[in-house]
């Protein structure tokens, strides 16, 4: 039997690994850049969603020793309503060796002619690489907290929406990537689970992240108990987007719940919540 190289197939290409992570509030008094830096490295995604952008310049300077440390040259592109040390934004980092941009567009509130507030929750980049394949990434950050699963039912529509768009106007694979801060996912309210499935399964649409047993960990305000898992980050991805997998601190505590004096350094150095991956071919 003769093997025959992806290269020598036209139409063949080799697997994209594509994440999100929303590195707190960055950057906190506490956040090492170096270490941010280093885990972003060992990710070592092609394309990243980002979330809880304050400062751009500094965010743009980390992928650059991200990109020393491991085979990428990561570039930045910013959503339009924050990342300048006054607001958080979502933002995307992408390969410049592997992928020009194709399009740029934010969306506060997730509409297309939304206003800037306080934090945006989208930010699309459609990207083609030197074979003329296109890939879309959309970061999104939901709003946080029990009380707000209203507002994250309006929230994900829009997301759905917003993708639709994107995959009509490209005709090219578009994924929706962030925090959605689906507390109902281990808490409450218990019924988002099963909206969330459904809404994506109606859009036609695959949900890799919804088996993980933990993107984030918490504590509530004034809890001296462990630290408790949650899931709060999700990937939604035409059929094909698989092998969904947690880093950093999530993986090396196995999801379990966790003592203050046994928690991971990264909780506090780099951000409660952990790099999510998906892997799929274009």
């Not at 990434?137 to 699963?149: D, E, G, Q």
């Not at 917003?162 to 929706?176: F, K, N, S, T």
Request: net charge negative.
């Amino acid at each position: 039997m003769t093997l025959v190289t992806c290269f020598a197939v036209a139409g063949c290409s080799s697997p994209v690994t594509v994440a999100t992570f929303n590195i707190r509030m960055f950057p906190r008094p506490d956040t090492d850049h170096a270490q941010v830096a280093k885990r972003i490295a060992a990710v070592d995604a092609s394309i990243m969603a980002l979330q809880e952008i304050g400062d751009g310049r500094a965010m743009a300077a980390v992928l650059a020793d991200a990109s020393q440390r491991g085979e990428r040259d990561y570039r930045l592109l910013l959503g339009p309503c924050g990342g300048d040390n006054g607001r958080f934004t979502t933002a995307i980092a992408y390969d410049a060796e592997t992928w020009s941009v194709v399009e740029h567009i934010g969306y506060p509130d997730m509409l297309p002619d939304g206003h800037c507030g306080r934090r945006q929750p989208g930010t699309l980049g459609v990207f083609r690489n030197d074979q003329g394949k296109e890939l879309g990434v959309l970061s999104m950050h939901l709003p946080a907290h029990p009380y707000n699963f209203d507002s994250r039912k309006v929230q994900w529509g829009r997301v759905l929406e917003r993708v639709a768009e994107a995959e009509a106007r490209h005709d090219a694979p578009i994924l929706a990537l962030g925090d959605a801060n689906s507390t109902g996912f281990r808490g409450e309210p218990a019924e988002e689970r099963p909206f969330v499935e459904g809404l994506v399964e109606d859009a036609g649409r695959t949900l890799p992240t919804a088996e993980l047993s933990c993107t984030e960990y918490w504590r509530p305000p004034r809890d001296d108990g462990p630290f408790r898992p949650s899931v709060l980050d999700h990937v939604v991805a035409p059929s094909g987007w698989k092998d969904a997998r947690v880093w950093g601190l999530c993986e090396r505590l196995d999801c379990d719940p966790t003592d203050a004096d046994e928690m991971d350094p990264e909780f506090v150095s780099v951000s409660d919540h952990c790099p999510v991956t998906v892997v799929g071919k274009l």
